[in-house]
């Protein structure tokens, strides 16, 4: 199951047709709302995957996800207001399978190929109360790409002192390091000096409900404990365990992440750039990633790319598919690839 375009509106934002691939990178100037399109993408996630979601009164949205899964394509929107379902419509492969208004619908079942009347809660998505794996597989289908979605921010990750009372990103990715196989345990520091980091070894020792990483740096004799590694340090070590658990455990089918690579420098952000994307292609995860850092953008191919572009309220996405002569004919201009994202070759994308 795989995200292939996301449309949403609301009073004063809209993001049209964000078209997605395999893996993707997000780029846009300051403030054109690549942070508010990933966290959109967690939202929608998030009411999938939620049987209660709450919402102001006042609140008014439309959502709309397309999604591939095997050979079928699925399209599931909603529109919502004032704690109502005023729509709710799945199509696949263009054929009618649910409709809904408010607090009347009707769905198709697999097994008999006819629709059923339902009544809905008008607070309650059908894709929650009419759970039925044999009748609507279709609905677990959805819900299995929200239960196997993650995401995190790479800017919010920061060495943190433990703490008993709270789980932070360091015990996070300290665990999720402990339950990996050696060799992928290995993996991870051969990954570091690659990326540019010093590290002989890692381990990891338990201090009662806590658990530690101490990391070895080459030639220095005192271990270092990982809530007192640098912040660019910490933040390369968290993406490649947190990628080495998804590849681990096969859980995760999208993973987002914000401002990748944000506060590293070229070695640094241009090679772990390359590990994250090759992960992801070379493990079927789909990869949403954002970000301005000219470096990461100089080695993720243009094909990947989603540059999105802000008039007034309203947010749309140049890319591949929309502009194909324009990022095709760019290969042929010599330039790095931030300079596809220059003043003068966005004005050719407006014109």
């Known amino acids: 199951m795989r995200l292939l375009s996301i449309s949403y509106k609301e009073n004063d934002w809209e993001l049209k047709?964000?078209?997605?691939?395999?893996?993707?990178?997000?780029?846009?100037?300051?403030?054109?709302?690549?942070?508010?399109?990933?966290?959109?993408?967690?939202?929608?996630?998030w009411i999938i995957s939620k049987s209660n979601f709450i919402s102001k009164d006042d609140d008014l949205f439309e959502l709309s996800l397309e999604f591939s899964n095997n050979n079928d394509i699925i399209n599931y929107s909603l529109k919502?207001?004032?704690?109502?379902?005023?729509?709710?419509?799945?199509?696949i492969n263009n054929i009618s399978f649910l409709s809904r208004t408010i607090n009347k619908g009707i769905i198709k079942s697999q097994?008999?190929?006819?629709?059923?009347?339902?009544?809905?809660?008008?607070?309650?998505?059908?894709?929650?109360?009419?759970?039925?794996?044999?009748?609507?597989?279709?609905?677990?289908d959805i819900h299995h790409w929200a239960k196997t979605f993650s995401d995190f921010t790479f800017s919010d990750i920061h060495p943190e002192i433990p703490d008993n009372k709270k789980m932070n990103h360091v015990q996070e990715m300290n665990?999720?390091?402990?339950?990996?196989?050696?060799?992928?345990?290995?993996?991870?520091?051969?990954?570091?000096?690659?990326?540019?980091?010093?590290?002989?070894?890692?381990?990891?020792?338990e201090q009662g409900d806590l658990i530690f990483l101490n990391i070895k740096e080459?030639?220095?004799?005192?271990?270092?404990p990982s809530y007192e590694l640098s912040q660019g340090t910490i933040r390369?070590?968290?993406?490649?365990?947190i990628l080495a658990d998804i590849v681990q455990n096969k859980y995760i089918s999208t993973i987002v992440i914000d401002d990748l690579c944000e506060g590293l420098d070229y070695e640094r952000a241009t090679k772990l750039g390359k590990i994250v994307f090759q992960t992801c292609k070379e493990n079927n995860v789909q990869l949403i990633a954002s970000s301005n850092d000219m470096f990461l953008m100089d080695v993720v191919d243009i094909e990947y790319w989603n540059i999105l572009q802000r008039e007034g309220n309203v947010v749309t996405s140049i890319n591949k598919h929309t502009h194909p002569d324009l990022f095709e004919n760019f290969k042929f201009t010599g330039l790095s690839n931030f300079h596809f994202f220059a003043d003068d070759y966005l004005n050719l994308i407006n014109e």
């Open 80 to 91: 919502y207001h004032r704690k109502k379902i005023v729509e709710e419509n799945i199509f």
């Open 17 to 45: 047709n964000l078209k997605l691939g395999e893996v993707n990178l997000l780029v846009g100037k300051n403030g054109v709302g690549k942070t508010r399109t990933t966290s959109l993408i967690l939202m929608a996630s």
């Open 236 to 241: 390369a070590l968290y993406t490649l365990t």
């Open 175 to 205: 665990q999720d390091f402990k339950f990996l196989i050696p060799e992928r345990q290995k993996n991870i520091t051969k990954q570091l000096n690659y990326i540019g980091y010093n590290v002989e070894n890692i381990s990891s020792q």
């Open 111 to 140: 097994i008999t190929n006819n629709f059923n009347e339902v009544y809905p809660p008008e607070d309650k998505l059908l894709l929650h109360v009419n759970r039925d794996i044999k009748n609507y597989p279709f609905l677990e």
């Open 218 to 224: 080459k030639n220095i004799d005192k271990l270092i």
